[in-house]
């Protein structure tokens, strides 16, 4: 089972048009009123679900994101509420952006609770830069059976930087990599990397088993202002 870090959803930095920062962020919209939507594909590159973004509340260092999760169908599986602030020249995200829609579909009928160290995105990004490792622990009550799921995302590395067009725009990005470690009773290990625009968040993210093949994609199809 797979975890995506929804940056905002997502998540962040360097685009090929002029879009006014506000904020403490350089990477996320801490800006009232705005838009954005998170395409996420499965295995055979069909839709697996789409999660729209709403910035709710704005200040210079803090903003709430309200999220709403649907299926290929447009039926909603999902709604929440989750926090940017701004830390040490850079932003920790809350760990509720942290599942991937896979994941709440499978357990949207059940009682979770999400707790963990926050990510963090620095604005000074460069090549070759390592990250902060992050973790997340979510508890589930299946009626009355508690399981329990950790994970660890490690070796967070900027990569590289290239120019990704999808259906929102052309954005230039930093690639940022890391190893992605699901532990429930048994760990399994694989591998992401995640593209980021300035002052968009993320635009396109993949996810990796073992051999190196795509597991799992999102790609950002909707941005506005």
Request: charged share 20%; aromatic share 8%; with cysteine.
């Amino acid at each position: 089972m797979n975890l995506r870090i929804y940056f905002t959803i997502t998540a962040l930095l360097c685009l090929t048009i002029t879009i006014a920062q506000q904020g403490c962020s350089d990477f996320y919209p801490f800006e009232q009123g705005v838009t954005f939507q998170i395409t996420s594909y499965g295995k055979n590159k069909k839709v697996a679900a789409i999660t729209d973004f709403l910035v709710t509340e704005a200040t210079d260092n803090f903003a709430t994101f309200k999220s709403f999760l649907r299926d290929k169908d447009g039926e909603v599986l999902n709604e929440a509420t989750f926090t940017m602030s701004c830390e040490n020249d850079g932003i920790v995200v809350d760990m509720e952006s942290l599942v991937n829609p896979n994941l709440l579909e499978n357990y949207r009928d059940f009682e979770t609770e999400i707790s963990g160290t926050q990510i963090v995105i620095p604005n000074n990004l460069h090549i070759g830069q390592e990250l902060p490792d992050a973790t997340m622990n979510m508890r589930m009550d299946m009626s009355g059976i508690n399981i329990s799921m950790e994970v660890s995302m490690t070796d967070r590395t900027v990569l590289t930087r290239e120019t990704i067009t999808t259906r929102a725009g052309t954005f230039e990005c930093f690639v940022i990599g890391y190893t992605n470690t699901v532990n429930m009773g048994i760990n399994r290990t694989t591998t992401a990397k995640q593209w980021i625009a300035r002052g968009v968040g993320m635009v396109k993210q993949e996810d990796y088993n073992r051999r190196g093949n795509i597991t799992s994609s999102s790609v950002l199809t909707d941005f506005h202002r």
